[in-house]
């Protein structure tokens, strides 16, 4: 029966399937730039308004990186108005992230899409990730070809030894195989804690700041203090000037080819009304009583 139904594709699409991809072992970069951000960059040089979205986990919705970021774009391009888009709900993965893109962030009309989940993904396999982050990737270019798109990858104490080897974490690898397939720029956050905390510059968990001026990252091994969250905003920042020369690009030719097949492009979130419930349902909130 399967050989039947794989001869029925082939028949009836004119190509052969494509082999679902395989988690390899991946090379940490502190930036990938890909294909850029040339699309919001010329909106902000010309002064253009513009609405960045932060769809993420704890470590976005703090008022942490997310803030810090849009006032460096605010302050680096002061002819534009900077409009935030808070995307992020603690202890949430890309698996909830891409049922909710759409109500966000994607209704508000961003120019830029940041993504962060590499932590809350950090115990998920990999072929889940790569459904729902697809999901959101297509979801965004589906919405707007024009909209970027950048993934970024945040620290959690237990990452430090695949990052010492010099590769990154299973969850930020699985991403990057998404990112290189779509020419999506990513920045590695979790790298650059690494080697300061190697270096002597940083102490990733305590709960009371170390001497000097080393950086006391968090208290928890995960959620960073001010100073942990400002080296992700500068570690944006970098990125982003490095992008600078690159050219605006129109994504949509991009959604021909998906990484893989069984790709969550059509999760969304669905309102509960009545039509939805069932008799017995409806008999319980009538009568309020449980057995």
């Known amino acids: 029966m399967q050989l039947f139904a794989a001869g029925l594709?082939?028949?009836?699409s004119g190509r052969v399937p494509a082999a679902p991809p395989e988690l390899r072992p991946v090379p940490a970069q502190q930036q990938q730039l890909r294909g850029g951000l040339g699309n919001v960059l010329?909106?902000?040089r010309r002064g253009d308004d513009v609405r960045i979205a932060w769809l993420g986990g704890s470590i976005t919705a703090a008022a942490g990186w997310r803030v810090k970021t849009r006032e460096?774009?605010?302050d680096q391009y002061p002819d534009s108005r900077v409009t935030e888009i808070h995307a992020a709900i603690g202890g949430t993965g890309s698996d909830l992230g891409v049922f909710r893109v759409q109500r966000d962030?994607?209704?508000h009309d961003p120019d830029l899409l940041f993504v962060e989940f590499?932590?809350?993904d950090g115990?998920?396999?990999a072929e889940r990730i790569w459904q729902a982050m697809e999901g959101i990737v297509r979801q965004a270019w589906r919405h707007d070809p024009q909209l970027d798109v950048c993934f970024v990858y945040t620290y959690r104490v237990g990452f430090e030894e695949d990052l010492r080897n010099g590769f990154c974490p299973s969850a930020?690898?699985?991403m990057e195989m998404l990112a290189e397939h779509y020419g999506i720029p990513s920045v590695n956050f979790a790298k650059r804690i690494v080697e300061l905390e190697s270096a002597g510059q940083l102490v990733f968990q305590a709960d009371e700041p170390p001497p000097g001026d080393i950086v006391h990252f968090s208290k928890d091994g995960v959620h960073p203090l001010d100073g942990g969250h400002q080296i992700y905003a500068d570690l944006v920042a970098e990125a982003v000037q490095s992008m600078a020369e690159l050219p605006a690009v129109d994504h949509g030719s991009k959604l021909n080819e998906p990484f893989v097949e069984d790709h969550w492009e059509a999760a969304k979130m669905v309102s509960v009304d009545a039509s939805m419930l069932t008799?017995?349902?409806?008999?319980?909130t009538e009568t309020d009583t449980l057995q």
């Open 42 to 44: 010329q909106k902000l």
């Open 172 to 174: 930020a690898a699985a």
């Open 9 to 12: 594709v082939i028949l009836l």
């Open 72 to 74: 460096w774009f605010a």
């Open 123 to 125: 115990n998920a396999p």
């Open 118 to 120: 590499a932590v809350n």
């Open 279 to 284: 008799a017995d349902w409806e008999r319980l």
């Open 105 to 107: 962030a994607l209704r």
